[in-house]
T-cell receptor
Framework: GAGVSQSPSNKVTEKGKDVELRCDPI?????LYWYRQRLGQGLEFLIY????????KSGLPSDRFSAERTGESVSTLTIQRTQQEDSAVYLC???????????????FGPGTRLTVL | AQSVTQLDSQVPVFEEAPVELRCNYS??????LFWYVQYPNQGLQLLLK??????LVKGINGFEAEFNKSQTSFHLRKPSVHISDTAEYFC?????????????FGQGTTLQVKP
């Protein structure tokens, strides 16, 4: 079946512009995660959705970052007034994990590479 | 809070040689441990995980990892690598009592297998 997809695959934007990154999880997966990977660093957790709710937003780095999920499916990560330090690969993952269990496998998308000039 | 350290950013190795990718973690609570692999131009995929029981865990593609609680390590090994094992490998942990399942990742190790 189809895996996790993300769009766009690459995004180049100018400092100060807003960007939207999209994630389509595996159908039926209730849990959805966003992570960020900056150059030379590991993946950083950003936000966790269970259904359409986000019980854990602890990783969002500033109030310029927001995310939503609709229909227990598609999620959008929005970055307002982008800064150069926002340049990174943004990864989405989904999991059939209705209880937020800590040992369920996460399935990752290919990522969106964001470059802020 | 947890943290994960992958001690080598790059590991070059010749085909058919053994390899070990090192991972150490720090946590004040019990954790579950994972290794994920990212092949070029693909998303991360689960290689193996340690939940409980035997400390030696076998994964896909002939990889295995050993959990060492006293040394807080979870090193990944393969006795004989192939060119196709060239990829980036990520060690990760999740909090035993987590109700979100979020993962804390290391910085990644690039395995370069040479012919």
């Amino acid at each position: 079946g189809a895996g996790v997809s993300q769009s766009p695959s690459n995004k180049v934007t100018e400092k100060g512009k807003d960007v939207e990154l999209r994630c389509d999880p595996i159908s039926g997966h209730t849990a959805l995660y966003w992570y960020r990977q900056r150059l030379g660093q590991g993946l950083e957790f950003l936000i966790y959705f269970q259904g359409n709710s986000a019980p854990d937003k602890s990783g969002l780095p500033s109030d310029r970052f927001s995310a939503e999920r609709t229909g227990e499916s598609v999620s959008t990560l929005t970055i307002q007034r982008t800064q150069q330090e926002d340049s990174a690969v943004y990864l989405c993952a989904s999991s059939s994990n209705p209880g937020g269990l800590p040992y369920n496998e996460q399935f990752f998308g290919p990522g969106t590479r964001l470059t802020v000039l | 809070a947890q943290s994960v350290t992958q001690l080598d950013s790059q590991v070059p190795v010749f085909e058919e040689a053994p390899v070990e990718l090192r991972c150490n973690y720090s946590s004040s609570v019990s954790v579950y441990l994972f290794w994920y692999v990212q092949y070029p131009n693909q998303g991360l995929q689960l290689l193996l995980k340690y939940l409980s029981g035997s400390t030696l865990v076998k994964g896909i593609n002939g990889f295995e990892a050993e959990f060492n609680k006293s040394q807080t390590s979870f090193h990944l090994r393969k006795p004989s690598v192939h060119i196709s094992d060239t990829a980036e490998y990520f060690c990760a942990v999740s909090d035993f009592s987590s109700n979100t399942g979020k993962l804390i990742f290391g910085q990644g190790t690039t395995l370069q297998v040479k012919p």
